[in-house]
């Protein structure tokens, strides 16, 4: 397991831009597969995106042309850059790994998970 760090959040009007962070321990963050999901109140966790060890990446479609998940494994972190944000968008969003793994896109599929990081969108 590796322990993850999010960071980036905040309030942003609706059209505009966050680059969210998740920052890992450890020295094996290249094998590991990073996913983004997010929980709005009152409402079960969701995917967002995925990027893979190998560097495939997979969103779920409310996301598809607006959300980019990266990596820099240099640097032990991925990105979730979010711009056109809508209100809809608004939950705490949090990050998780798992050693290897593709389209890991349920929430049983990882074993670490970050705190969250709020994202509030206003209309």
């Known amino acids: 397991q590796v322990q993850l760090v999010e960071s980036g959040g905040g309030l942003v009007q609706a059209g505009g831009s966050l680059r969210l962070s998740c920052a890992a321990s450890?020295?094996?963050?290249?094998?590991?597969?990073v996913g983004w999901f997010r929980q709005a109140p009152g409402k079960e966790r969701e995917f967002v995106a995925v990027?893979?060890?190998?560097?495939?990446?997979y969103y779920t479609d409310s996301v598809k042309g607006r959300f980019t998940i990266s990596r820099d494994n240099a640097k032990n972190t991925v990105y979730l850059q979010m711009n056109s944000l809508k209100p809809a968008d608004t939950a705490v969003y949090y990050c998780?790994?798992?050693?290897?793994?593709?389209?890991?896109?349920?929430?049983?599929?990882?074993?670490?998970w970050g705190q969250g990081t709020q994202v509030t969108v206003s209309s």
């Open positions: 450890g020295r094996t963050f290249s094998s590991y597969t």
């Open positions: 998780a790994a798992r050693q290897w793994g593709d389209y890991l896109v349920r929430v049983f599929d990882y074993d670490s």
């Open positions: 990027i893979s060890w190998k560097g495939y990446t």
